[in-house]
Structures are given as C-alpha cells and as structure tokens.
C-alpha cells in the first residue's frame, strides 16, 4: 500500500525509466509523493512513464540521455538540479543484456558495450548525482546489479563482469560516504517480466521460469517496492549492501 507522505518534498532520480524496473520505480516513487527525475535514451520512449506519472498528480521531468555518454550525464543531472533544486534519491537503473556467446566468441565491441552502459554509465551517473548529495548534506544511492552479479551465467561473461563490478563499486562508495549521511546500496533482480527478458530468451520466457525456484518470474513491482524501502527512512541502517530480490535463483 503506498504511503503518499514517504517521499514528499523530495526528488529522484531515476534511469533506464522507459520500461519494466525503471517505469515501475518512477511510478512508485511518484505514488508515495516524490517529484520525478525520469532518463532513457531518447525521450520518445520515455512518454508511457511519463504519463502515469502525471496520472497520479505528480511533478514528473522527461530526459533523453544515453549514459554511455558522459557529457550527456552531466548535463542531465544539472538539468534536474536546475529544475528541482536539489536531488534526494537515485537509482541507477539503465543497463543492457549482452549477446549470448562464449566468452572467447564475445567481440571486443560488445564487451565495450556492455561495460559503458552497464558499468562506465552507472559510474559517471553516480559521480555527479553523489557531488550533489555532498553539496546539499544527503541522499540516497541505489544502484541495479543482478543475480547475474553474485552468480556465474552461461554465455553472459560480460553482463556478469558488468554486475559484479557494480557490487564492488557500491560497497566501496558506500564507505567513501558513509560520514555524509548519504547511503549507497545495490539491487539484485532475478528473472523479471521486462522486454529485456524477452529479447534474452527469444521470446521464451518459460525458460526463464523454469529457472525459479518459485515458479514465475518476478514482476517489476516487486523490485521497485526493495527500491523504495532502501531509498526510505526505513533503510536508513543499510548502506553498502547487495539486496538479492530473485525469487530464489541465485541460491
């Protein structure tokens, strides 16, 4: 059940917000009161989210930017600053799924894809969100990794490099500003109903489901309600930690 006073007053963030985790956090945080920062790589695919977001009689502010850029990143996050004055929560949510190959089949440039999405582009996101949250005494960072994160997976060397690394970021960062009153955590999402999904199995997603312990895929809801909870005051003991959300599967 949303609570409309949690995030009231304040602003997040958030990227990879066209579709499946993200839309379903930009939604969630807009239910609870927070003013909406929402970034995919153009802002055609981002006016679904948008929409709901206004739906609830929420502030919501629309930006293209591909994180793999870092001019864009930087210009992005001053536009919010710019807009809403200051930046309470992000999550970090853009990332990509790898060609399926083994590993010495992988192309240089797919590796490099995936790592500037996934990795370079939550780095230099975190980079300028966390020089805000110096600035104004506080925030919140939450960053998605994967069970492909703490897990080896066939075919998906560079997703895991890209998923491990972002754990090892997070903790680290976690310790840099733990005196600052701002929290770095990670989220770690199973097999979850998104378009990603889709286009890792071919379209046959009982693959995926075949692959959870408890018999489904999780729904995008699900993830964003961990987000929430570590973005609040109800996590306000939890920085450095990895939160396995995967009904299971990495066990």
Not at 88 to 114: Q, T, Y
Not at 122 to 144: D, I, S, W
Not at 165 to 173: H, L, P, R, V
Request: hydrophobic residues 45%.
């Amino acid at each position: 059940m949303p609570r409309p006073d949690r995030f009231t007053g304040k602003v997040a963030f958030i990227t990879g917000a066209a579709g499946g985790i993200g839309r379903a956090a930009a939604v969630a945080f807009a239910a609870e009161g927070a003013r909406v920062a929402i970034l995919d790589r153009t802002e055609d695919m981002l006016k679904d989210t948008e929409a709901a977001v206004k739906n609830l009689g929420a502030e919501v502010f629309a930006l293209g930017c591909d994180v793999s850029k870092p001019k864009r990143v930087e210009a992005a996050v001053g536009q919010v600053i710019e807009r809403f004055g200051r930046l309470d929560v992000a999550f970090n949510n853009a990332g990509v799924e790898n060609k399926a190959a083994p590993l010495h089949e992988i192309e240089l440039e797919e590796w490099d894809r995936i790592l500037d999405i996934n990795l370079r582009g939550t780095f230099v996101c975190m980079k300028h969100e966390l020089a805000q949250m110096v600035r104004q005494g506080g925030g919140v960072v939450v960053n998605t990794s994967s069970g492909a994160g703490i897990r080896g997976v066939a075919g998906g060397a560079s997703y895991a490099a890209s998923k491990f690394a972002i754990i090892g970021m997070t903790k680290s960062a976690a310790l840099d500003y733990a005196t600052q009153n701002i929290r770095v955590n990670a989220i770690l999402p199973g097999n979850i109903e998104t378009a990603m999904m889709d286009r890792f199995t071919g379209g046959d997603i009982q693959k995926a489901i075949d692959l959870e312990p408890v018999g489904r895929l999780g729904r995008p809801e699900e993830i964003a309600e961990a987000v929430l909870w570590m973005a609040s005051d109800l996590g306000g003991f939890v920085t450095g930690s990895s939160i396995v959300v995967d009904g299971g599967w990495s066990l």
